[in-house]
């Protein structure tokens, strides 16, 4: 399928356990970025990607490691996750030649029990 | 960037056109206004964006006042599925550069009402 895609949907994990959350998008975009999302604080970047093998910290990366081997998928990982952690997350891509229009995946809902 | 300042909730009736606002009236003079939406358990989506000109595309218009201190988004005919929160933005638009993200304030809830 065509856009961008994130997976899983839902997920439920325990404290201290490693996830990792998968985004993928097939219109060979440059650019690729994590948010999460919590009520009262909107969305916050986490870490963005400006192309295969290069990736930056956002405002909030503490606790979250990514990496982008390939220009289209860029994992998301919680080394260890806590409770504070549980938040939606979106994953968005955009072209390296336009501008701030950014393409979002439909999220994951994580929580930490 | 800029800071922007949207009321926080709004009505309008389906059928009618939505007029929502937004202050920026900070701008500089290379940055741009960008706005997004966002539908219930949805990701956001981007609507349009413009510099000074009025911009208009198959979603909605908008007008920005010349100068370029407040902007106005226009959904010209409502339906019960533009119920979403709309976020506008302001940013440099740097082609060719810049990854960092953007920056989504608390933007406004528009409830489209039957």
């Known amino acids: 399928d065509a856009g961008i895609t994130q997976s899983p949907r839902y997920k439920i994990t325990e404290t201290g356990r490693q996830v990792t959350l998968m985004c993928h998008q097939t219109?060979?975009?440059?650019?690729m970025f994590w948010y999460r999302q919590d009520l009262g604080h909107g969305l916050r970047l986490i870490y963005y990607s400006a192309a295969a093998d290069i990736t930056d910290k956002g405002e909030v990366p503490d606790g979250y490691v990514v990496s982008r081997s390939k220009t289209e998928n860029f994992p998301l990982t919680l080394e260890s996750a806590t409770r504070s952690q549980t938040s939606v997350y979106f994953c968005a891509s955009r072209d390296r030649l336009g501008s701030y229009e950014q393409y979002f995946g439909p999220g994951t809902r994580l929580t930490v029990t | 960037d800029a800071k922007t300042t949207q009321p926080p909730s709004m009505d309008c009736a389906e059928g009618r056109a939505a007029n929502l606002p937004c202050n920026h009236s900070?701008?500089?003079?290379?940055?741009?206004v960008y706005w997004y939406r966002q539908i219930h358990s949805q990701g956001p989506q981007y609507i349009i964006h413009g510099l000074k000109n009025n911009e208009t595309n198959e979603m909605a218009s908008l007008i920005i006042t010349e100068d370029r201190k407040s902007s106005t988004l226009i959904l010209p005919h409502a339906t019960l599925r533009d119920t979403a929160v709309y976020y506008c933005?302001?940013?440099?638009?740097?082609?060719?550069?810049?990854?960092?993200?953007?920056?989504f304030g608390k933007g406004t809830h528009l409830i489209i009402q039957p």
């Open positions: 219109w060979s975009h440059s650019y």
């Open positions: 933005i302001v940013r440099v638009s740097r082609s060719g550069g810049g990854a960092d993200g953007l920056t």
């Open positions: 900070t701008i500089s003079g290379n940055e741009y």
